[in-house]
């Protein structure tokens, strides 16, 4: 008798475990082959999980804003589920960016914290966020929840920019990533950034991809439990 023992992974389980495999490489190019920084010593490998983190918490809430216009104009409960899948991943990205940004700050500034505006304006965002998914918990009805959410994930993307502009907009001891005037960076640190923003890409797109899922399938158990 043959028995197949072969192994089907999912889409999802698929990319997150490229997005795993491909983190445990980027240690290699965050540890050994990108330089250690002149000023700030080990310190500054920071870097390579605080701008990934800050960058895919930023688009993922840009996906929150499109599926929000989604769910508005086609009123699909699919696009309410990709909102606030993303928006989970976005607030979880969104607080390590928070986190390791303060490590950084100790050693850079001497403070855990300031009130520069990239800085203010992340954190603001961070409530804003907060507010929603506890917002979508407040609400019973689900209908009203949906457009009632819907509504909020449009309106708040409006400081989604200013956090992304806010060190060029206005004055911030934050420095511009890749500014000409800063000197920009090493080709060794330039590549390791790449290959580590691309590593969270694949585990972002598989997280996101399995709570889309997950959501789906709570509703339709939801939908079946009520008839």
Same mark, same amino acid.
Request: charged share 15%; hydrophobic share 55%; with cysteine.
């Given at each position: 008798m043959n028995v197949n023992n072969s192994i089907t992974l999912s889409p999802a389980g698929a990319l997150a475990l490229a997005g795993g495999l491909s983190l445990a490489l980027a240690q290699y190019f965050i540890w050994i082959y990108a330089p250690v920084e002149a000023t700030m010593g080990l310190v500054q490998k920071i870097f390579y999980l605080h701008l990934p983190v800050a960058w895919w918490g930023l688009i993922c809430f840009f996906i929150v804003f499109c599926a929000s216009i989604g769910f508005l104009l086609r009123r699909s409960p699919g696009m309410d589920q990709l909102a606030v899948s993303a928006a989970e991943i976005g607030l979880l990205y969104s607080t390590l960016a928070l986190a390791t940004g303060s490590l950084w700050a100790r050693v850079s500034w001497n403070?855990?914290?300031?009130?520069?505006?990239?800085?203010?304006? *992340?954190?603001?965002?961070?409530?804003?966020?907060?507010?929603?998914?506890? +917002?979508?918990?407040?609400?019973?009805?689900?209908?009203?929840? $949906?457009?009632? &959410?819907?509504?909020? @994930?449009?309106?708040?993307?409006?400081?989604?920019? =200013?956090?992304?502009?806010? &060190?060029?907009?206005?004055?911030?001891?934050?420095? *511009?990533?890749?500014?000409?005037?800063? @000197? @920009? =960076?090493?080709?060794?640190? +330039?590549?390791?950034?790449?290959?580590?923003? &691309? *590593?969270? @890409? =694949?585990?972002? &797109?598989?997280?996101? +991809?399995?709570?889309? $899922?997950? $959501?789906?399938?709570?509703d339709r158990v939801r939908d079946l439990y009520i008839q």
């Open positions: 403070t855990w914290w300031t009130w520069d505006p990239r800085l203010s304006t *992340a954190l603001i965002m961070w409530f804003i966020y907060a507010g929603y998914l506890v +917002l979508r918990q407040s609400i019973e009805n689900r209908r009203k929840m $949906r457009m009632v &959410a819907a509504v909020l @994930g449009v309106v708040a993307f409006l400081n989604v920019p =200013l956090v992304f502009l806010s &060190a060029r907009m206005w004055r911030s001891i934050h420095p *511009a990533v890749f500014a000409a005037e800063e @000197g @920009g =960076l090493e080709p060794e640190m +330039l590549i390791t950034v790449i290959v580590c923003v &691309a *590593a969270l @890409g =694949l585990l972002t &797109a598989g997280l996101l +991809l399995f709570r889309f $899922r997950q $959501r789906n399938m709570q």
